[in-house]
């Protein structure tokens, strides 16, 4: 039997049996079977690992559908009829050809979680912004440079991913993102956030690792929900006293960047459990390291350092210490 049989066995069987799930994964599929439009009672659809070039338009007959994964394809767009799956709560999309995303995408106002990564998406269209329901976006590994304005528009938002993007800068509509609680930008182009990055007073966890900032904003005070902060292969000479105002912070990673020292505010963050300042130019660290008194793992391998302030020894969590490769005397 070969693959598109199965797939018409499969389709078969699911009707005469009534499921409402279907996987048709990993089939060869070049074409959906016209027969699927058929199952319109169905509310789980597996596509993923075949060879399709486009979903036909007789996949707006699924309007039942809720789960839709049609990953590791070779789709390079998406047709109008997705307009017609009112009740789709999870799209998986990765790792597919697609460039441009069609108007009709705004119409799936039930849509919770959206996976784009791997695609090669520049942009995103303004109806986009009517996924009023979306709480999750993946849009790692595309080929955008700017924060889409059909983003910025969406008031459930909570997890934003745009890892290894060609972003060169974010705008004051960042800001809107009121609901935002884990923010990824790791591996863009970033030169510095803009002010209005301290209206994200929900937000838990911004990693901005590898891009090219080289100074943060005084504004990150405003961050009051924040617990992670990754700015590790970034170009930083220095951290605004401001830092210090972010008391939910717990894990703060700064390696590899240019600090020749810290702002004595530094010392509030005495919530801090893990701290990674490896391969910058520290000379001297700030009196009151001894406040961190939650602090387990402290990183400063490969800096200028000669002395260690004593207190760091008398922490009582302190479990993981590494200070090897600095310029110590004894």
Same mark, same amino acid.
């Given at each position: ?12 069987d699911a009707l005469a049996e009534g499921t409402t799930s279907l996987d048709l994964s990993g089939l060869q599929l070049t074409a959906l079977p016209p027969e699927i439009a058929r199952l319109t009672t169905l509310k789980r659809l597996i596509l993923s690992e075949n060879h399709l070039r486009r979903l036909g338009p007789e996949i707006g ?32 999309? !990765? ?91 790791? !591996? ?42 990754? *700015? ?47 391969? =910058? ?6 009196? !009151? ?5 939650? *602090? ?11 002395? *260690? ?20 005397? =004894?």
């Amino acid at each position: 039997m070969s693959d598109s049989e199965e797939a018409k066995r499969k389709i078969s069987d699911a009707l005469a049996e009534g499921t409402t799930s279907l996987d048709l994964s990993g089939l060869q599929l070049t074409a959906l079977p016209p027969e699927i439009a058929r199952l319109t009672t169905l509310k789980r659809l597996i596509l993923s690992e075949n060879h399709l070039r486009r979903l036909g338009p007789e996949i707006g007959q699924l309007s039942a559908l809720q789960f839709l994964d049609a990953s590791e394809n070779y789709l390079d767009s998406l047709p109008a009829e997705i307009a017609s799956l009112k009740k789709l709560q999870t799209f998986y999309l !990765g790792q597919n050809w697609i460039a441009a995303l069609p108007p009709e995408i705004g119409q799936l106002a039930e849509l919770q979680w959206l996976q784009l990564d791997k695609n090669r998406l520049t942009t995103l269209p303004p109806e986009f912004a009517g996924l009023a329901a979306l709480q999750t976006l993946d849009l790692r590994d595309n080929k955008l440079t700017e924060l889409p304005s059909g983003i910025t528009g969406l008031p459930s938002l909570r997890d934003l991913f745009l890892f290894r993007n060609q972003i060169t800068a974010l705008t004051a509509a960042l800001g809107r993102l009121t609901a935002l609680e884990r923010l990824y930008l790791a !591996g863009n182009q970033l030169t510095g956030l803009p002010p209005e990055v301290e209206q994200l007073m929900s937000l838990q966890v911004l990693d901005l690792t590898n891009n090219r900032l080289r100074a943060l904003p005084p504004e990150i005070a405003g961050l009051v929900a924040l617990r992670q902060l990754q *700015l590790a292969r970034n170009r930083l000479t220095e951290l605004p006293s401001e830092i210090g105002q972010v008391k939910t912070l717990e894990y703060l990673y700064l390696d590899d960047n240019q600090l020749k020292s810290l702002p004595p505010e530094f010392t509030r963050l005495t919530g801090l459990k893990s701290l990674t300042m490896s391969r =910058n130019r520290l000379k001297i660290l700030p009196p !009151g390291m001894g406040h961190f008194t939650a *602090l387990v793992s402290l990183h400063l391998t490969n800096n200028e350092l000669t002395e *260690l302030p004593p207190e760091i020894t008398k922490i009582p969590t302190l479990k993981v210490f590494d200070a090897s490769g600095n310029r110590f005397s =004894n």
